[in-house]
């Protein structure tokens, strides 16, 4: 069967196929890796061999993808160009008719799972502008690729390809029909394979989760999502911060769970103009302007948020998101603006 495998990927990928810069795929050391992915899901997984080979058969490396995944936006970004992409009035006046049609479902949530509705309104709205960009690639052939042609990721890529076949059966779906993000991501919330089959939700008692088509399923499916991850109800997010000398260096770090408490950060000259328990934990944020740098103290829920995406700009991105939602929903409420 080896051989067989073996046969199909040379005709799939080519000889003289590169995925890298000049770099030749290994077609021998690709067919061994797909055949044992192959046999793993047959014989772990019960699935049927003919089945996937099939698949695998017809799979060719997405170089686009390989492209885009090597320079991510937030490498290639400064702050103050990132936000304009999310932090858009467009995207307020989306979210606020989103909150509208979903209201109830939104209260709901935010009952059940103890997440504010305007948290979960900023994810969505940061992931897919609330359903209006789910991503147009084949999830199957994005996670092939990156599971079997990007080597630094390749076991999260592929551990994902198995969750997505799983997945697939579940929901009874049909490979090659199910499209989504570069990176395999799915629906309005743009769950990864593992976290759709782990946190999805059927929110509407349907009998079926469906977060490609169903907001109502989305919505309570974010708000889980979040709370699982430790959301602490009515704790903050992040504050404006001020430093000042050099002592906050030694504070500084690419890790976005708090570890320094506002005692520490306060001994080393960063304030906020906020009361803050002194134990409580944070993470100093620094981020670039077009002009200058500030600075931001993320509490225990910014960190809860990262998880969604574990990047800084993204996290800010949903927050700053998160925060106008908020107030032109109270001013709405209000009359001050047009509900």
Known sequence: MFKQILIYL???????????????????????EVNKFIDMMVDEHAFDRSYLEKWFASAKPNKPILKTIARPAESRMTWHRYRKIFIQQERVDLALTFWKEHEDVLSRAEAKYGVPAEVILGLIGVETKYGRIKGKIDVFDSLYTLGFHFPRRSKFFRKELKEFLLLAREQQWTIGTINGSYAGAMGYGQFMPSSYRMYAVDFDDDGKIDLLNNPVDAIGSVANYIKVHGWKVDGGLVYKAEVKGEKYKALMTKKLKPKSTIEQFSQADVTVKEQLAPEAKAVLVELQQKDHKEYWLGLHNFYVISRYNPRTMYTMAVIQLTEMIKEQHLMAASGEVKW
């Not at 040379?10 to 061994?32: Q, R």
Request: charged share 20%; proline share 4%.
């Open 10 to 32: 040379l005709i799939s990928v080519g000889l003289s196929t590169t995925v890298f810069a000049n770099k030749p795929v290994d077609e021998k050391k690709l067919a061994i």
